[in-house]
Each structure stands twice: as structure tokens, then as C-alpha cells.
């Protein structure tokens, strides 16, 4: 058990009891063996007073509502801590009819409220801060605490008063529960908490995300890779797409996104013990004072420039904010227009260069801002260049300055088996793996169609990297039309329509493949309907989705002293502050970043050990087996009857089943390359009988070799002759390897018999040969022959001299009947000595390895042994069946301990 360990929160279910004077909201843990009550006085009209201690408080122009959580799915498991989606809620109204005062628009603000709609996109975990990057949380616990500083967990109760063991004097182990502050930018509720956060008890506090969640499985040779992709958006100048453009005066920008792909082995159900990678991205708009005016009805409005900023002051508030959650480098991709006829997207990048220029003089020159410029729509329209191919120059360079998250040392393959562009990556190196310093800050006008292309990218690059941090692949490098790649665009193009939907109004209009150029022609047609759809929603229906979210977000509070929200004429002082109240402090110009921040470059501020981040944390000292913090109770219940489906609820997409061919024969690597036509969906989602699928299986099983990389998409001119012929070896070792057919075919037609039973290839995979090599021969006379020659006598008078002898003998008679001699058999000279009378060159004869699997690999191949431990416990076992029961040493006590305390004190 680690000394830290993430605290589950105690509530987890409600049961709400009403009566006329209160509501009892009684909440429990997973398991129901911990209850807390909270009390609501319900005869106060607008005041909310809670007399004791997944709640949310909301108050318009009447009374108090709560908002509950009724319905939740099980999106994702990251090391056991379960992710859940919000299914249903209900929000009631707290004051009782007989004091509570009406008010004609108190209704009009209630659907205004309910218009954000929570079963939609928002998320949320018990034991796991969603809130903060894998990379924080892990780090968080390893962070050393200090015993005088944390708190008990249980101060009082039941189950503390009387303890049956406290005369023994056994030590209790201790362990560290902690529980981080939550990130409030990506924290959607942490308004609606604020006027009961300092109430209750935490464990009734649950803070909710929005954006995406997306789990799927990557099975390699049956190991189980999951691959997850965590979105949060910023609840900071929140908005829909022309109404929420640039920044504010706080430098919180508008759909700023935090991407995180977190790769784990799935074989090992921990945070602590199993292997983990994770590689965080940005997007977000160009951060300065822009807007476009959506009353000319055009389909893209000019874009303007509000205020003057020289000095750069929202950009330099922005990127302080950057500076302290990721670290530097900060790298900027930004992909918006350079040459136009008229100007438009132009005016974006002639202002944010010069906004960049002037904040690097100030920085460190090491910790400088970069700033890549790359008019992204002009080479798609060039026919001599491919986009995909600069896209992967750009993330390979970013992904070796910035490196990536893995919270193990590398594997001693990578000192084997090295490679250059592993010793050439960047981040920083630690005893317990890598972390990643710095980020992706990827823009264009939107961030939405080029933004979500240039990120898959990115995070196709850092996925080869993560699997080969974890040990799953020889190479840092991923190819096209595989089934591990089309399972990682399938889950970015997901993660890409949910953000466009949330911002724009439709899905994503341009894919992946259509910067590839292989989209089918009814994908133009689709495009048509979705940019009609996202003009139909920003010119109709964003305006109302902007006054919901500024109410959710309780941007705007409700009072009968000023005007309602859908009187405001604009919400821009809303979103800027600084327009309302005078600063109290001037920010520096040019020591723009926050006090402390360089001293821990690169590393991020947000996870450095300082007294800032420690007050952020709390301690409690827990029980080494208190459920509180036992991730295994809390998935499994092993005191109750569960099933499968409610344990194992997660229904996500499998690479085994959805993209491997079905066809026998075929090589089931995920990091195949294969032709369109052979993956499952293609193949077998079009063929409704039984008799098509196996035509369409014969028809696979016999194809040529899919292509080449260089076959599908043509290399650009910047790419080096060392990195094609690495993609060329790359493609010809994942080919699958077609056995050569028998030349004699008519033999087949001759065989009636033969033509009721399915061919050998369609069954096995492969075809027999007629003539086996000889050295299969040899190998066979070793195995079969020799050893199967011997008596029962012979084997239990075992004389190893003998024996070897007679296995030697009987082999060279095998290979002169096979071969005539020993010269055509291919031997030369250290062969025949190979082959010589005497006992050590039997033992080497026989003992010597066939088999070509590599000495070391992930699974570390070794001998099978028992250890003391497994075999202390099965003599144990045997003993107890023989009546024959060993005294209880003192982990047995203090489990038994646990238990009574647990179950029925």
C-alpha cells in the first residue's frame, strides 16, 4: 500500500425526505456502511440555511432550488478511479408553498437555467480530480507529507469509541489520504457551490467538468491498452462562436480547451502499480481584444480589432496562466490565413506575432514562447503539397521539446534496442520516469476543424512515443491505416464534433480524411448540411444558448435592482470586470509573470513543492484498510451480489472487434497496415448473408500486401531520405507475409473428398508445404522421433550419458536417410564439431534453442518459479484441509480487526 493514496468522496448516493419544514437529504457511500444527513430549512423564503451538514445551490429572484444528480453512466476507468457521465438531474425548489413569495419572471429564469443541458457532455468522479491533469495527480501523490500538518479522517464515531483490540498494543498503519483543490477554470459548478462550500462537509461537494470523455480499448496480441481522451473546457469567458471571440481583461480566452490522452496498461487495475502515459494539449482563441459583428447576417463577419493593447497585456495575463499550469517551452501553432485578397483572418496574425516578440524580451531566452506560423488552408488547396505529412514534421518537433508524461523508469529494451529519436526527446527525467514541461497551444480562427487536425496529429506522434515509453512497440512510429490508428481518429473525430457542437453549433465540417484526400464523394454533401447547420445555429439560436450559459455559469445573478439578462444589450461587461471597477493594482509590463514561476521553470509552478501548492492540499490520516481510500472494495464489492454488467459497465470501442479483420490468415497486430477493404467494418458491414462474409473472407485472406506509406500518401519535399526509408522498413515489417501456393493445383480437383472440407489456408492461416526445409526436419527428429524411441524401462533407469547418446545416434541415422549425406544437409566444419561423440556436446545438441522470440521483451521471459511466499501459503492451505491450523500471526489480526470494525461495530 503506497503512504499516499487519492480520498473517495463518502457521498455517493442520495435519498431526499421531505417534510413541511425541511428536507432530510440523507446521503452514504458506495457500499451504504457510512451515512450523513444534511437538514434544509424550508420556511425561510430566500435565504438558504442549512442547519447540519452532490449538490448544487442556485437562487434567482424567489427562493433556493437544489440541483441533484439522478442518473449517471460509467464513461471511462483510469487505475480503478471511475469517470461518470450525467445522465439526469432534478432541481427542487427548497421553500414550502406556504412562504414562498412569487415572482412573474422567476419562471422565465428557470428555463433560461434548464436550457444548459446537463445530460449532456458534463462529467465527474468520486475519487479522481478531473480537474487537473494525470500528470498533477500522480505527482501530487508522491508529494512527502508532513504527520504534524494532516488531520484525522474520523474524528469521531460509532466505531471508534470501543475497539476489542486496543489491549493487544498492535500498530495501526497509516496512510495519507489527500485531497487536491480542484482547478475552479475547469470546474463548470464552483459557483453554484460557493455559498455552501464553507458549510457542509466536503464529501457532499461534487464538481463537475464539461467537454469530452472518450475510453477505447487497443488490444495487442490480447494485452489491453486503453486509450483515453480527456477534454476540459474553461468555464472563463465560457460561450458560443461568434458571440465569445478573443479575450478578456483577465486573459481567460475563448474556446480554451485542455485536451489529455492518457495511455495505460489495462492488465494492472492501479494508479500506483500499473504503467501510465499521458501527453496534454491547448487550444484556445488568438488572445487579444477581437470580436465580429454577427448583425450584417454575413456567413463570416469582418473581423475586428475592440481596443488597442501595445504592451500586450491580455496576451502576457494569458500566458502567465500557461506558464504556471504547464511549464515552459510554450510552443503556438497558429494556422490562421496569411495571404488573402481581402483581409480577414490576416489581421489575427499581424497582431499576434508583434504581441509574442514583445513579451519573449522580457523571458529567459531558454524559457522563451515559440511561435509557429503555418497557413494550413493554403497548402490544403496546393495539389504539390500534403498536409499531414507538414503536420507530422511540426508534432515531431514539438513532442521532442516538450516531451511526455510516464510514471516509470524506461524499460531496459529501450537500452537494447535504442533509438535516436528517444535520446532526442525532451521534457524532464526523473527516478520514477518522465514529466512533461511545456505545451501545445494550437489555434486557428475557430479552433475547431484545422485546430482538431493539427491536434490528432500531435497526438498520433506522442501515441507512438507513449506506446513505446510502455514497452508495446519497437519503434517510435505509427503509420496510417492501421487498426490502432483508426481507433485513435475514430476517437478524435468524436472528441472534435463534441467540441464543435458545444462551440459551433454542428459537427466538425472538415475530417482528417479530407486533408488526407481519401473522403468519399456523399462526405461533400455531408459538409454542405453541417456548415448550413452551424450558420442556422450562429445566426438563430447562440444568442440563447450565451444568456444560459452566462447563468449556469453564474456570470450573471438575478436581482430585482437591475435590469434582466434578456434586457442586457450586450454581455461584454459581464465578461470584463475592469469596466465596472477600477484595479487596485497596475500589472507590470514588464515582469509580467507571476512572482515565482521562473524559479521552478521548466518545471510547472501549479506542481512544484512550495508552501503555495501545500495549502492546497489536504491531509488525512486514514487506516490502511479504511474504504475511504480502497479502490478495490469500492469497484468490486466483495461483501455484496454483484454482476458482470453493472461491474463492467463500460462499453467501448475494441480494436479487436472493430477494426482487426475477421479473416483467418491475416497478421492481427494492430500496427498493421492493411487496405481500406480489409477491416472489419468494411468488410463485413456490408454483406448481410453468411455466404457473402465467407466470399468476402477468401477474397481478403488471398489480396496482395497492402501498400506502403509512401504508396498512400506522397512524402513532402522537407522530408530527409533517413525518415523515408525508415517508414519504408517500418511498412514491409507489418506487411503480412503471403505463403507461396503449391504449383501442382490439379491435384485438388482430383480429390473429390477434398472439396467438402474447407482449404487449408482459410482454416490454419497458411498452406502446407510439400517439401519441408530440412531444418524443420532435423527439429522434428529432436523432438519426436528420438524421445518417443525409448522404453518405459529405459526412461526409469535413467542414465543421461547413455540416453544423449542414443538420441545423437538415432538423429545423425534421420538426417543421412533424409539427406544422403551431411554436406547437402548445408553443415560445414563447426557443425560436424558440433556434432561430436562426446557427453557436453549431446547436452548442447539437445538443449539447443529453436525458437527465434527475443530474450527480452515486456513480459521479461523467464523460467516459471515459486517464490517462498506463494509456497508458505500453500502448505498452509494443505494443512488447514488436514485439520492442522497455524496461530494467527499479526497481519491476520489486524485484517480480522478491520473486519468486526468494519461489518458490526
Not at 488597442?308 to 504547464?326: G, I, S, T, W
Not at 492540499?617 to 475511504?628: A, C, M, P, W
Not at 545423437?808 to 554436406?823: D, Y
Request: one cysteine or more.
Amino acid at each position: 500500500m503506497p503512504v499516499n493514496a487519492a480520498v473517495i468522496r463518502g457521498v455517493q448516493k442520495l435519498v431526499l425526505y421531505e417534510t413541511r419544514a425541511r428536507y432530510f437529504l440523507v446521503g452514504s457511500n458506495n457500499a451504504q456502511t457510512k451515512h450523513r444527513v444534511l437538514k434544509i430549512d424550508r420556511t425561510e423564503p430566500r435565504d438558504l440555511v442549512i442547519i447540519d451538514d452532490k449538490l448544487c445551490f442556485v437562487r434567482f429572484l424567489e427562493g433556493y432550488y437544489i440541483v441533484l444528480i439522478t442518473k449517471r453512466r460509467r464513461m471511462a476507468d483510469i487505475g480503478g478511479h471511475s469517470i461518470y457521465k450525467i445522465e439526469d438531474t432534478n432541481m427542487i425548489y427548497i421553500p414550502n408553498d406556504s412562504v414562498r413569495v412569487t415572482h412573474p419572471d422567476e419562471a422565465r429564469y428557470v428555463r433560461i437555467f434548464q436550457n444548459v443541458d446537463l445530460s449532456s457532455n458534463f462529467y465527474f468522479s468520486y475519487s479522481y480530480d478531473l480537474s487537473h491533469s494525470l500528470q498533477c495527480n500522480m505527482t501530487l501523490l508522491q508529494m512527502p507529507c508532513d504527520a504534524g500538518e494532516s488531520e484525522e479522517l474520523n474524528t469521531s464515531g460509532r466505531q471508534d469509541s470501543f475497539d476489542i483490540f486496543e489491549e493487544e498494543g498492535l500498530p495501526t498503519p497509516v496512510v495519507h489520504g489527500l485531497i487536491n483543490e480542484p482547478y475552479a477554470k475547469y470546474v463548470w459548478n464552483v459557483r453554484l457551490l460557493e455559498k455552501v462550500k464553507d458549510i457542509v462537509h466536503p464529501d457532499w461537494l461534487l464538481y463537475i467538468i464539461h467537454g469530452f470523455c472518450g475510453q477505447s480499448k487497443l488490444l495487442i496480441y490480447g494485452r489491453p491498452v486503453h486509450v483515453t481522451l480527456i477534454a476540459r473546457r474553461s468555464s472563463r469567458f465560457a460561450g458560443t462562436r461568434f458571440l465569445k471571440r478573443g479575450a478578456n481583461c483577465e486573459g481567460d480566452v475563448a474556446n480554451e480547451v485542455e485536451t489529455e490522452q492518457i495511455i495505460h496498461d489495462a492488465s494492472v487495475m492501479s494508479l500506483t502499480a500499473g504503467s501510465f502515459s499521458s501527453c496534454v494539449q491547448v487550444r484556445g482563441s488568438v488572445p487579444l481584444y477581437w470580436s465580429q459583428d454577427i448583425s450584417t447576417m454575413m456567413p463570416k463577419p469582418p473581423i475586428r480589432l475592440d481596443q488597442a493593447d501595445p504592451y500586450a497585456h491580455v496576451a502576457a495575463l494569458h500566458f502567465d496562466q500557461m506558464l504556471q499550469r504547464f511549464g515552459s517551452p510554450i510552443i503556438i501553432l497558429n494556422l490562421v490565413k496569411k495571404r488573402e485578397k481581402r483581409k480577414h483572418e490576416k489581421i489575427l496574425s499581424e497582431e499576434f506575432y508583434p504581441a509574442i516578440t514583445n513579451l519573449n524580451q522580457f523571458l529567459p531566452p531558454e524559457h522563451g514562447i515559440e511561435y509557429i506560423a503555418w497557413d494550413m488552408a493554403r497548402y490544403t488547396k496546393s495539389k504539390l503539397c500534403n498536409v499531414l505529412d507538414r503536420l507530422s514534421m511540426i508534432a515531431e518537433n514539438v513532442v521532442k521539446r516538450t516531451g511526455f508524461f510516464v510514471n516509470r523508469p524506461d524499460f531496459y529494451c529501450h537500452t537494447l534496442r535504442p533509438d535516436e529519436r528517444w535520446g532526442d526527446l525532451g521534457g524532464k527525467v526523473t527516478p520514477n520516469g518522465r514529466l512533461q514541461t511545456g505545451v501545445l497551444r494550437t489555434n486557428c480562427v475557430d479552433c475547431l476543424d484545422r485546430t482538431n487536425t493539427a491536434q490528432f496529429m500531435v497526438g498520433k506522434c506522442a501515441l507512438a512515443y507513449q506506446l513505446y515509453a510502455l514497452g508495446m512497440i519497437d519503434k517510435p512510429k505509427l503509420q496510417f491505416d492501421t487498426d490502432c490508428i483508426r481507433l485513435f481518429e475514430e476517437l478524435y473525430e468524436d472528441h472534435g464534433d463534441t467540441l464543435s457542437l458545444q462551440y459551433g453549433g454542428s459537427q466538425l465540417v472538415h475530417r482528417v480524411k479530407t486533408y488526407r484526400k481519401i473522403a468519399p464523394w456523399t462526405q461533400h454533401s455531408k459538409d454542405i448540411m453541417q456548415t448550413l447547420s452551424r450558420y442556422y445555429s450562429n445566426a438563430f439560436s447562440d444568442a440563447d444558448r450565451q444568456d444560459a450559459i452566462n447563468l449556469f455559469l453564474q456570470v450573471f445573478q438575478p436581482s430585482e435592482s437591475k435590469p434582466h439578462l434578456w434586457e442586457l444589450p450586450t454581455d461584454f461587461y459581464l465578461h470584463h470586470s475592469d469596466t465596472m471597477v477600477l484595479p487596485h493594482q497596475q500589472h507590470s509590463y514588464t515582469h509580467w509573470w507571476t512572482d515565482g514561476v521562473l524559479t521552478f521553470l521548466p518545471s510547472p509552478y501549479d506542481e512544484a513543492h512550495c508552501e503555495k501548492n501545500r495549502r492546497k492540499v489536504t491531509v488525512k490520516r486514514v487506516n490502511r484498510f479504511d474504504e475511504s481510500i480502497d479502490i478495490y472494495t469500492e469497484i468490486f464489492k466483495p461483501y455484496e451480489l454483484t454482476s458482470f454488467d453493472d461491474t463492467f459497465s463500460i462499453a467501448m470501442t475494441n480494436s479487436a472487434r472493430e477494426f482487426m479483420p475477421k479473416t483467418v490468415g491475416l497478421d492481427p497486430s494492430p500496427f498493421t497496415v492493411r487496405k481500406p477493404d480489409e477491416s472489419a467494418k468494411s468488410v463485413l458491414g456490408s454483406k448481410s448473408s453468411k455466404e457473402e462474409a465467407v466470399l468476402q473472407r477468401k477474397t481478403a485472406a488471398s489480396a496482395p500486401p497492402p501498400p506502403s506509406e509512401e504508396q498512400i500518401s506522397s512524402s513532402s519535399e522537407d522530408d530527409s531520405e533517413e525518415e523515408r526509408e525508415d517508414e519504408g522498413t517500418a511498412s514491409q515489417r507489418s506487411t503480412p507475409i503471403r505463403l507461396s501456393e503449391p504449383s501442382d493445383s490439379v491435384r485438388a480437383h482430383e480429390d473429390p473428398p477434398q472439396q467438402r472440407l474447407p482449404p487449408v489456408r482459410e482454416t490454419y492461416g497458411l498452406n502446407l508445404l510439400a517439401i519441408p526445409p530440412d531444418e524443420d526436419i532435423l527439429i522434428y527428429h529432436r523432438s519426436h522421433v528420438t524421445w518417443s524411441s525409448f522404453s518405459q524401462d529405459q526412461w526409469e533407469s535413467w542414465d543421461l550419458t547413455s540416453v544423449i547418446g542414443n538420441i545423437l545416434h538415432k538423429t545423425q541415422k534421420a538426417i543421412i536417410r533424409r539427406s544422403g549425406s551431411m554436406g547437402i544437409m548445408g553443415f560445414d566444419l563447426s557443425d560436424r564439431e558440433y556434432l561430436t561423440q562426446n557427453t557436453e556436446g549431446y547436452y548442447k545438441t539437445v538443449s539447443a534453442p529453436v525458437s527465434l522470440f527475443p530474450s527480452d521483451s515486456i513480459y521479461e521471459v523467464s523460467a516459471p518459479e515459486v517464490d517462498i511466499q506463494s509456497r508458505e501459503v500453500f502448505e498452509c492451505h494443505v494443512q488447514t484441509g488436514r485439520g492442522w491450523v497455524r496461530t494467527l500471526c499479526q497481519e491476520d489480526v489486524l485484517m480480522y480487526r478491520e473486519y468486526i470494525k468494519n461489518r458490526y461495530m
